[in-house]
């Protein structure tokens, strides 16, 4: 896999005690259509927030192409930090400065010396629980795409209860013990790559439903980006 430059948050917004209203943290996790508005013209872009341990990380989509963020929580503001590879050479590192209300997000950004601007945007609606508890436990035919490669691993999953073990099987690179856990609709497991002497700390975290997963996925600094399955009949 290819080394990649990944973005660490600059600056966190910190605000005085004794704002009325925000005496507990926004959840910014989620789905997030975004539009920035920039001299070229609007531009729009996904943004997935997910919670990892206690902080905040997932990915940008725009057609600048994808990268993996950093984000963090005080009070009602945000603050989103992430550097986007162009495809000319180089590296454009950005900064999101914002505020969210209910299922709204609005604020600035800083792209380095590519100007700066507002940016709007709102957040998907979840998809309503089917009330069927979801057994995830088989052989799994997985899809990675990341900006550098892709990838067609094996996912063999065996769930007990919200707990599960398994293999996360790679033509290339072998078989790797995995553990996670399925909650409510969202799967969260990871394991660790041994690659030609190197330790690759690996995630993968999404939704599952009777016979699909999607989400993002994690290889530690090498690589960020999504995945799909379908399960093996």
């Known amino acids: 896999m290819k080394r990649r430059n990944v973005a660490v948050l600059a600056a966190v917004i910190l605000f005085g005690t004794g704002l009325p209203g925000y005496a507990q943290d926004v959840d910014p996790t989620g789905t997030w259509d975004l539009m920035f508005t920039t001299q070229q013209g609007p531009v729009p872009a996904q943004m997935i927030v997910t919670k990892q341990g206690t902080a905040y990380a997932g990915t ?69 629980k089917s009330g069927v508890a979801v057994d995830v436990t088989g052989t799994w035919l997985v899809q990675v795409t990341t900006p550098d490669i892709s990838a067609t691993p094996t996912i063999v999953l065996k769930q007990d209860g919200e707990k599960l073990t398994g293999e996360y099987q790679s033509a290339q690179y072998g078989t790797f013990p995995l553990e996670g856990t399925l909650k409510d609709g969202k799967i969260d497991f990871g394991f660790t790559m041994n690659i030609e002497g190197n330790s690759i700390s690996t995630t993968f975290s999404g939704t599952a439903e009777k016979d699909a997963l999607k989400g993002n996925v994690s290889y530690g600094d090498f690589a960020q980006g999504t995945f799909t399955a379908v399960k093996k009949q």
């Not at 603050?79 to 505020?99: E, H, P, R």
């Not at 997000?105 to 380095?112: H, L, P, Q, S, T």
């Open 60 to 128: 940008i989509t725009s057609d600048l192409g994808q990268a993996p963020i950093e984000a963090a929580v005080k009070g009602n503001a945000v603050t989103v930090g992430f550097t986007m590879s162009m495809s000319g050479g180089g590296d454009l590192s950005v900064t999101m400065n914002a505020t969210i209300t209910g299922d709204a997000i609005k604020g600035e950004y800083d792209a380095e010396n590519s100007g700066s601007g507002e940016f709007t945007g709102k957040r998907a609606p979840q998809e309503k």
